[in-house]
């Protein structure tokens, strides 16, 4: 049977003028429609092909092969294109937007903000639906990570602390301010690593691998920029901020003391406005 909201591997079963039926078992044949047939590969009866379903205007399964933002069973930002009396509309790369009740909305939002949501199958309807209201699909079990552990980060919201991010589609953990040493928006998503597991509970995170290894990493980078430049880098400890962050992915502290010990060790020179290999 096709699982609606979901990537489906289909057969198609006939040709028509207007697309492909594939065959869905339980929830009959769906129309894959003839825009989205794939014009690099065979589509004879019998051949299968990868699709998303969902429901179309009229709550019919439909399939379609382009990549929706997210499905079924997925934390994803997704943008308010819409309001009304019903809900909210959230563009997740489809033709029919994704319905956000507005008794799953978790704050205010307006047509052009983003908002992290969970993918869900209302159980009433059918229909696939959005939530703000996260704590219910997280995992409740006691974390597992280790300290320096690199994972995936979903960055939520801001709060007085720092920002909460969703790690792995699992736990909830929070970015400090002193670690977000570059822009971080709803819906954005990081590299990072756990920091801390705390005795509560919680989970510190950051942006930046720790220790040695991770020093020596981008001491080692920033020779590697240098030579790349025939000697010579155009940034230095007055760089911007954001500009550290964009060439080397790390805050500007950790980058004056990756320099600082360079300097240190006789390697480089350190000038205004560039360093230079000595």
Wanted: charged share 30%; proline share 5%.
């Amino acid at each position: 049977m096709a699982d609606i909201g979901q990537y489906n591997r289909l057969a198609i079963v006939k040709h028509t003028g207007f697309g492909l039926y594939l065959d869905g078992g339980a929830q009959g044949e769906i129309l894959l429609p003839k825009r989205y047939i794939p014009g690099d590969r065979s589509t004879e009866v019998g051949e299968v092909l990868e699709v998303f379903v969902y429901l179309d205007s009229e709550d019919k399964p439909i399939a379609t092969t382009e990549r929706p933002r997210a499905q079924v069973g997925q934390f994803a930002g997704l943008k308010v294109v819409e309001i009304n009396r019903v809900g909210l509309f959230l563009d997740r790369g489809l033709p029919k937007d994704l319905l956000l009740p507005h008794s799953e909305e978790k704050r205010p939002l307006q047509v052009g903000d983003t908002c992290v949501v969970y993918v869900y199958l209302d159980p009433r309807t059918g229909r696939i639906t959005a939530t703000a209201r996260l704590d219910r699909f997280l995992d409740r079990t006691p974390a597992r990570y280790r300290a320096g552990q690199p994972v995936e980060l979903l960055v939520v919201e801001a709060t007085d602390l720092g920002f909460k991010a969703i790690i792995e589609g699992r736990h909830w953990g929070l970015i400090h301010r002193n670690e977000a040493f570059k822009p971080l928006r709803p819906g954005q998503r990081e590299k990072g690593f756990i920091r801390e597991l705390r005795p509560d509970g919680k989970i510190s995170l950051t942006l930046q691998a720790q220790g040695r290894a991770a020093a020596d990493a981008l001491q080692t980078l920033i020779l590697e920029r240098i030579e790349a430049g025939q000697g010579v880098l155009k940034v230095s400890d007055k760089t911007p901020p954001e500009e550290i962050a964009r060439l080397f992915g790390v805050s500007k502290g950790n980058f004056k003391k990756a320099i600082g010990g360079l300097y240190k060790q006789g390697r480089i020179r350190i000038l205004d406005d560039r360093i230079e290999l000595v």
